[in-house]
């Protein structure tokens, strides 16, 4: 995978539906942004477990975490740990995050097989919020930053990074993703301020 990389530079894909600011992110402003938006939505969940009749809403940002983060994960574990496990010269933090990509996607494929209500439901969204920030802090701390001091061609790896995510985003049937997760989290931001929680949201197809 990493000496797919090496290439990028040099023949970039054609038909790539990336977007213009995921073009001129690097591999680190990506994947960092990817970390700010997933943190909004668990901060948001947080706000919606003290509210009676937020079943539909909670759903719906369970539903974006887990699309989220089955998409993030996917990208580093194809593109971007490949090519730092091999410029870092850390296969002890390489295999930390490999472990912490696992256990997340165990919460994950329990929480798509259940709803709000279920037992345990809340539980586990609080705990692979936790999980996620742990992850994160071990990454923009660590990783990042021996990824810039070491010999890794951010560019590149951030426009193979964007064309992979714009891929998988297509195949999942999420292309409206981004919209659609800010109508969310201002649907659930309402409802947290006593707004329009009775509203139900639009059906989503996806998953």
Do not use: W
Request: with cysteine.
């Amino acid at each position: 995978m990493a000496s797919n990389t090496q290439k990028a530079s040099n023949s970039p894909k054609s038909g790539s539906a990336k977007s213009s600011s995921e073009k001129s992110q690097d591999a680190i402003a990506l994947l960092t942004a990817d970390h700010k938006a997933v943190k909004a939505l668990f901060k948001k969940f947080d706000e919606l477990v003290e509210q009676e009749d937020a079943d539909e809403q909670k759903a719906e940002l369970v539903e974006q975490i887990c699309n989220e983060l089955t998409i993030h994960a996917q990208i580093e574990e194809e593109i971007f740990y490949p090519a730092l496990r091999e410029s870092i010269d850390d296969d002890a933090l390489m295999d930390e995050a490999d472990v912490e990509h696992a256990s997340a996607k165990e919460l994950i494929g329990q929480l798509e097989s259940m709803s709000p209500g279920d037992d345990h439901y809340d539980a586990k969204v609080v705990v692979l919020g936790e999980y996620i920030d742990h992850h994160v802090k071990e990454e923009e701390g660590e990783m990042f930053e021996k990824a810039r001091k070491a010999d890794v061609d951010t560019a590149a790896l951030g426009a193979e990074l964007a064309e992979r995510k714009a891929e998988l985003k297509t195949e999942m049937g999420l292309e409206d993703d981004e919209a659609e997760s800010a109508a969310a989290l201002k649907r659930s931001g309402d409802l947290a301020k006593g707004g329009n929680g009775g509203k139900k949201p639009a059906s989503r197809s996806g998953r």
